[in-house]
């Protein structure tokens, strides 16, 4: 499965993005999703994620009630709302598919992986 993640972009404080993630065959509407960021310097790190059928939605604790995950009916394509966006969210974001049809806060749980997008936030 390739995935290709779109969306980002630079944002003043307290703004909004939505990204995008599409997967380019079917058989990712079988896999649970994730979100991942990684800021200058730091580790990559857990975001968000969720089941192959749109349930159990998960977040990290800095972004729970502020960033909202979601796919279409398809399930081909994954969405990662994000508002009220702080310094601390600049970051590139990369979505990841799960090796598991059920969503992950592992990294090592995910099997492919886009190739990123630039969320810059600006204060």
């Known amino acids: 499965v390739q995935l290709q993640a779109s969306g980002g972009g630079l944002v003043q404080t307290g703004g909004s993005l939505r990204l995008s993630c599409a997967a380019s065959?079917?058989?990712?509407?079988?896999?649970?999703m994730g979100w991942f960021r990684q800021a200058p310097g730091k580790e990559r790190e857990f975001v968000a994620t969720i089941d192959w059928n749109g349930g159990r939605p998960y977040y990290a604790d800095s972004v729970k009630g502020r960033f909202t995950i979601s796919r279409d009916r398809a399930g081909n394509t994954v969405y990662l709302q994000m508002t009220s966006l702080k310094a601390e969210d600049t970051a590139v974001y990369y979505c990841?598919?799960?090796?598991?049809?059920?969503?992950?806060?592992?990294?090592?749980?995910?099997?492919?992986w886009g190739q990123g997008t630039q969320v810059t936030v600006s204060s």
């Open positions: 065959r079917r058989t990712n509407s079988n896999n649970g």
């Open positions: 990841a598919a799960s090796r598991y049809a059920v969503g992950s806060s592992e990294a090592g749980s995910h099997v492919s």
